[in-house]
């Protein structure tokens, strides 16, 4: 077997068929890219499609797999951020996750783990020098293995409550994981966890109004969030909006997931505290429909935008109501009309948290709680992502095309950090050769996932259509999960759903917005053509994911700093041959080894374009660290994937033992 890599030239030239447009006399589409297809606006299309890209090995930008670490075999923060946050990945994650495949599912969850495996249980101590004990049931700030943080670790941490709006939100990604994959032994594992996140959670309810009581820095995006400051100066918990509008969407998926365990009677108890949590919302609603941010026990309302006291627009939560619906149709049209007429919510054409600055935080609003900087009227692309969704559902999205062509503007310069200051105007990092934060990641993920919604149900999938009307045909050429099944989608024509059709059959449960797949009647491998308007059936097209690494050629010479790294890589490559040949090649193993040599490509490929100058210009820096940037992420895959295989040697699991069987041998030839 010949165990040699590509040629540099090679592997360039099939990556630029994957990502051009189609070079054919008379292409069928305005558009057509590896991911996403069709006619119309084509510049909407080749947005999405460049979304699409940045989850996937690329040579232009910088991708999901550079925030691969073998420490824990999954996903970090950031070359500068050691850890894993919940408030941070809420965003990116939720919004990528039904497009996730191997090793990313794998991944995400490992990350998740960590919040998980240390979770509060009244006994575990935090991370020095807080040394918390956490209550039974509450998450964290951020975790990485042995480490775990329970409170927001920045700011007066003597003042700060326990995570409590995180824990509503890991609460979130988890059952919305879950719900996705539907594998009954992970479901019975993580239940008994999430039941006491939900737990912790009722134990902060009023049951004189039904509303939930945090304490300073208990929001989700902390530390802004102070409290009531009491006449005597000192701090105590008030009632706030965010913690029930998470708190609503995570009973949403966890009475779900209930169900899918067959377990009504638990379900039932979690709905009548969802229905409790709603009937308090109204006491945290404005006269214009928009959610105040807190209510103070003495009736002080926080976030009437225009009031003398506390008179700011509290964005996080008001888009977070719409983007997990726990707004309904009109009162979120109403959210959108208030945003909408505050430019200063978006000057640069992305979400800042708060407009204009806070009046109510426990420090004064200077340095790094300066309006305009952080948690004070900053940009966080993880509740950008969240706007998108909001953008999508009310069919803004125009809206959603600005947040994305903005990103662009830092992604072609290797800036993909939040950029947290000047109103999402500059990078948080500015001093860094290159940025890269896993936030940044939320905006292509809410871009692609904005148009379906996809709402998981314990029996079925509710697809939403949220197409731009400029797009008359587009196709989605990447499956969507749900369980073990791919779902294609594709939409003809623009408006109303006014028939769908299943792998060319007629499917007749769907109404003029909303499209209902129950699993037991879903193919495995299903192209769903969306009609819209009165449109009529396409000719029939075939459905085909993103192309695999091929199997791999020779490559005499290459790079000369990079031997070792194609040694390393030949071994993994005949090992994804052999997983391949014995049936195992759709697993995670195979997927971790195909990324790897895939990652490798993209590095090589960005070599011959930085040569070639056709590259985007870096200064001398900057190239120097994205040419890092790329060695690196193969080394850590390879590293990372060759701990794995080495710890299944004495594993129990029979499965793993084959696996390791297959990975000896392929050392060996």
């Given at each position: ?29 305005d ?12 510049d ?8 699409r ?12 797999a ?5 420490a ?13 946050w919940?408030?941070n ?22 990350s ?30 951020c975790a ?34 879950l ?16 039941e ?17 009581l945090a ?13 009531w400051?009491?006449?005597d ?18 009973l ?9 365990a ?26 214009e429909?928009?959610f ?7 009736g ?14 509290e ?8 983007c ?12 959108y009309?208030?945003i ?31 309006f ?14 969240r706007?998108?969704?909001a953008?999508y ?35 948080y ?24 919604e ?13 197409v ?32 769908v ?18 699993y ?44 070792a ?38 590095c ?11 590259a985007?210009?870096l ?11 790329y ?27 084959r ?7 392929a050392q060996?030839?």
């Amino acid at each position: 077997m010949n165990s040699k890599l590509p040629r540099p030239l090679t592997i360039l030239v099939l990556l630029a068929l994957s990502l051009a447009v189609s070079s054919a006399a008379q292409p069928r589409y305005d558009y057509e890219g590896r991911f996403f297809a069709g006619r119309g606006d084509a510049d909407y299309l080749e947005l999405l499609n460049t979304a699409r890209r940045m989850f996937e090995p690329d040579p232009e930008y910088q991708n999901m797999a550079m925030f691969y670490l073998p420490a824990w075999n999954g996903l970090v923060e950031g070359p500068t951020w050691n850890a894993w946050w919940i408030q941070n990945s809420y965003g990116p994650t939720y919004c990528a996750l039904p497009f996730w495949r191997e090793p990313f599912v794998t991944f995400v969850q490992n990350s998740q783990d960590l919040w998980f495996d240390q979770m509060g249980d009244g006994h575990h101590v935090g991370a020095p020098p807080w040394n918390d004990v956490a209550p039974v049931g509450a998450l964290c700030d951020c975790a990485r293995p042995g480490f775990i943080i329970y409170k927001q670790g920045d700011g007066r941490t003597d003042l700060h409550d326990w995570g409590v709006e995180f824990t509503a939100a890991g609460l979130v990604l988890q059952c919305e994981a879950l719900l996705i994959a539907r594998d009954p032994a992970a479901i019975a594992r993580y239940l008994p966890k999430l039941e006491r996140c939900a737990d912790f959670l009722e134990s902060r309810r009023d049951p004189r109004n039904s509303l939930y009581l945090a304490g300073a820095a208990g929001n989700l995006l902390a530390p802004s969030h102070a409290g009531w400051k009491k006449p005597d100066g000192s701090y105590a918990p008030s009632y706030l909006a965010g913690l029930s509008i998470t708190t609503i969407a995570a009973l949403d998926r966890l009475i779900e997931l209930e169900k899918l365990a067959g377990r009504p009677e638990r379900a039932q108890v979690l709905a009548t505290r969802r229905e409790l949590s709603r009937r308090g919302l109204p006491l945290l609603t404005t006269r214009e429909g928009y959610f105040l941010k807190s209510l103070d026990p003495d009736g002080t309302p926080h976030g009437v935008y225009g009031a003398a006291r506390h008179g700011y627009f509290e964005a996080v939560v008001n888009h977070d109501a719409i983007c997990f619906r726990v707004s309904d149709d009109a009162q979120s049209q109403a959210i959108y009309s208030q945003i909408a007429a505050l430019p200063g919510l978006r000057p640069y054409d992305l979400i800042i948290t708060n407009y204009p600055s806070l009046d109510d935080l426990y420090t004064e609003p200077t340095g790094l709680w300066e309006f305009g900087r952080w948690v004070n009227g900053g940009h966080w692309s993880t509740c950008e992502a969240r706007m998108i969704m909001a953008y999508y559902r009310l069919g803004h999205t125009d809206d959603a095309r600005r947040s994305m062509r903005r990103i662009l503007g830092f992604a072609r310069q290797f800036r993909m950090d939040n950029n947290l200051t000047h109103f999402g105007r500059d990078p948080y990092q500015p001093k860094e050769p290159i940025n890269c934060v896993y936030d940044a990641w939320g905006i292509p993920a809410a871009f692609i996932r904005g148009l379906f919604e996809y709402l998981y149900q314990a029996d079925r999938l509710v697809i939403l259509p949220h197409v731009p009307a400029g797009i008359t045909r587009l196709e989605q050429r990447f499956p969507i999960r749900f369980g073990s099944k791919q779902l294609f989608l594709t939409t003809t024509g623009t408006g109303a759903i006014t028939g769908v059709r299943v792998n060319g059959q007629p499917w007749t449960q769907h109404d003029a917005r909303q499209l209902f797949l129950p699993y037991d009647q879903v193919p495995a491998r299903a192209q769903i053509e969306l009609l819209l308007g009165g449109a009529t059936p396409a000719a029939a097209e075939s459905a085909a994911g993103p192309a695999a690494a091929s199997s791999p050629a020779a490559l005499p010479g290459g790079p000369a700093d990079l031997p070792a790294l194609r040694a390393r890589l030949a071994k993994i490559s005949r090992l994804q041959a052999r997983l391949a040949a014995a049936g195992l090649g759709d697993g995670y193993e195979a997927a971790h080894a195909r990324l790897a040599i895939e990652c490798f490509a993209a590095c090589e490929a960005r070599r011959a374009a930085v040569a070639a100058g056709t590259a985007t210009r870096l200064t001398d820096l900057a190239l120097a660290a994205a040419d890092h940037a790329y060695v690196l992420t193969v080394e850590r895959l390879c590293e990372g994937l060759e701990a794995v295989l080495n710890s299944y040697a004495h594993a129990a699991d029979p499965a793993k033992q084959r696996v390791a069987a297959l990975w000896t041998a392929a050392q060996a030839e």
